[in-house]
């Protein structure tokens, strides 16, 4: 990739006005910041447990980063803001990335992580928009993200809003019929204002995905039901920003999706490498080596 100078989106990052053009070096180094300090904020959240989806959770914070710090429009004082592009989890026990994201993105206080999970914290394991501030829908059965993003979408456009909503699901979802639905409504409808991002670690609850229900040929797949399809790898931060950039310029009436390929444990040798598992147990004297490894990983 060729340092070259790439104006950020122009609609203003965090609702204010439009930030001044960044180098794409700049655009690029303040996202990987980002991303070590979440995966960080992922380590101790998942000790605080003991356990978690901080496989999961590690793989896509190149992802959030990129979202939040170069991306998404919201005001972080104000997570019910009007204007504000709508990030909807549908994978409701990624929030543990989610949470670490909206820290970074100073809607939460990253004191406030410490009590992750715990009893009557507004940070649960499974996402639930009705205790944390930032997060648009509650998890739960998965593949129920992309038909509340469409009707969410289609609203907006009638309001005369032109906030963006982006619907954050797994390749495990793409299992889902009603997710399929969706996305042909979506481009029924010419939602332009919609981009999906879709994480494909190729693991799911009940094992490999390729295993349970294969998923292949997704950007053809998503190509015939109408949307513009680019697939990246998720784990390479300036190859995030040049798609996203790319997506910005599909036709103004067609939804978009980011397939986004991650590694479980990203950043952490020792989680990267063992036996992957949906639900992650790290012994207690493991979440120390997680940090050292992850600060000599970035060195």
Same mark, same amino acid.
């Given at each position: 990739m060729t340092e070259q100078t790439v104006h950020p989106v122009p609609r203003g990052v965090r609702g204010h006005a439009e930030p001044a053009p960044a180098s794409w070096q700049e655009r690029v180094s303040t996202v990987a910041a980002s991303a070590h300090r979440m995966r960080h904020h992922i380590i101790d959240m998942g000790e605080a447990q003991g356990q978690g989806y901080v496989g999961q959770a590690l793989g896509v914070t190149d992802l959030l980063a990129a979202v939040y710090r170069d991306q998404l429009r919201y005001h972080p004082e104000d997570p019910h803001w009007p204007g504000r592009d709508r990030f909807l989890l549908?994978?409701?026990?990624?929030?543990?990335?989610?949470?670490?994201?909206?820290?970074?993105?100073?809607?939460?206080?990253?004191?406030?992580?410490?009590?992750?999970?715990?009893?009557?914290?507004?940070?649960?394991?499974?996402?639930?928009?009705?205790?944390?501030?930032?997060?648009?829908?509650s998890g739960g059965s998965l593949g129920h993200g992309l038909?509340?993003?469409?009707?969410? !979408?289609? +609203?907006?456009? %009638?309001? *005369?809003?032109?906030? $963006? &909503?982006?619907?954050?699901?797994?390749?495990?979802?793409?299992?889902?019929?009603?997710?399929?639905?969706? !996305?042909? +409504?979506?481009? %029924?409808? *010419?939602?332009?204002? $919609? &981009?999906?991002v879709v994480d494909i670690n190729a693991l799911q609850a009940d094992g490999p995905t390729a295993s349970v229900l294969s998923v292949d040929a997704l950007v053809e797949k998503w190509q015939a039901f109408g949307w513009h399809a680019v697939r990246v790898d998720g784990n390479d931060i300036a190859e995030l920003l040049h798609a996203f950039d790319r997506l910005r310029d599909c036709e103004e009436r067609q939804p978009r999706v980011l397939l986004c390929d991650t590694t479980i444990g990203k950043g952490v040798p020792l989680l990267e490498n063992r036996e992957r598992a949906h639900f992650m147990r790290v012994d207690e004297h493991e979440w120390q080596i997680a940090r050292e490894q992850l600060d000599g990983s970035a060195r």
């Open positions: 549908s994978i409701g026990h990624y929030a543990i990335a989610l949470y670490a994201a909206l820290a970074e993105a100073g809607v939460l206080e990253v004191e406030e992580l410490a009590t992750y999970g715990a009893d009557e914290s507004r940070l649960p394991m499974s996402g639930m928009a009705s205790y944390t501030p930032g997060m648009e829908i038909p509340v993003a469409v009707g969410m !979408a289609l +609203g907006l456009r %009638h309001r *005369g809003n032109d906030a $963006l &909503v982006y619907n954050f699901l797994s390749d495990g979802e793409l299992n889902e019929g009603a997710t399929w639905e969706a !996305a042909m +409504g979506a481009a %029924h409808h *010419g939602l332009g204002n $919609l &981009v999906a």
